[in-house]
Each structure stands twice: as C-alpha cells, then as structure tokens.
C-alpha cells in the first residue's frame, strides 16, 4: 500500500504561483496530478513517468504547470504558474503503473485544496 501525502496548497489572486509537493512511502510508480473542483468530476490535470523523462499535462494546464519528480526523495512536484480562479479545486496526487492510463492510478493521496482568487 502506497501512502501519498500533498502539500503546497492555498489561497493566491489570479495571476500568482503554487507548488504542490507530494511525497510517497516508495517510489517505482508513475505519477499523476488529479483535481476536482465544486460540482465537477475529477479531472486529469498531469502526470510524470517513473524516470521522469517524460511528461503529459492535460491543455489547458499547459504552458502554466510543470509536473518534476525527485526519485531519491519519493517527491513528485506540481508547479502551477498564471493560476486563474477556473484552476480552483482540491488537487490530489496518485501512483499508478502507467503515468497515460488513468486506470492505473491505484493509489491515492488525501487532497490539498487550491484556491485562487480573480
């Protein structure tokens, strides 16, 4: 059993910068970025492979959010930059064998709440 904890989260005006941090109890997982905003489904916000060469964001994070991994740290990072109010949500972050298929991400961190003002 894999234990995710996130970290990073706030309040911050439109415009402004967040990294979350999430930190892992093992490592050997692709990683991912979900959010769920108020009323809405989760969503796919972005994901790193295992080596971290590689990297998916979905569109309307990219250019503004970065998804990095630490491997000797167990840490997997999301920096979020230009936020805008329609990025609001409670961010998760989960471990998975394929960082591209979804149902993969078995494993699930407990949520760190993102909050920007306009």
């Known amino acids: 059993q894999v234990q995710l904890v996130e970290s990073g989260g706030g309040l911050v005006q439109a415009g402004g910068s967040l990294r979350l941090t999430c930190v892992a109890s093992?490592?050997?997982?692709?990683m991912g970025w979900f959010r769920q905003a108020p009323g809405k489904e989760r969503e796919f916000v972005a994901a790193?492979?295992?080596?971290?060469?590689?990297?998916y964001a979905t569109d309307s994070v990219k250019g503004r959010f970065t998804v990095s991994r630490d491997n000797a740290k167990n840490t997997v990072y999301l920096q979020m930059n230009s936020l805008t109010p329609e990025d609001t949500a409670v961010y998760y972050c989960?471990?998975?064998?394929?960082?591209?298929?979804?149902?993969?991400?078995?494993?699930w961190g407990q949520g760190t709440q993102v909050t920007v003002s306009s």
């Open positions: 989960a471990a998975g064998r394929v960082a591209t298929l979804l149902a993969s991400y078995n494993y």
């Open positions: 093992e490592g050997s997982y692709a």
């Open positions: 790193i492979a295992v080596s971290g060469f590689s990297t």
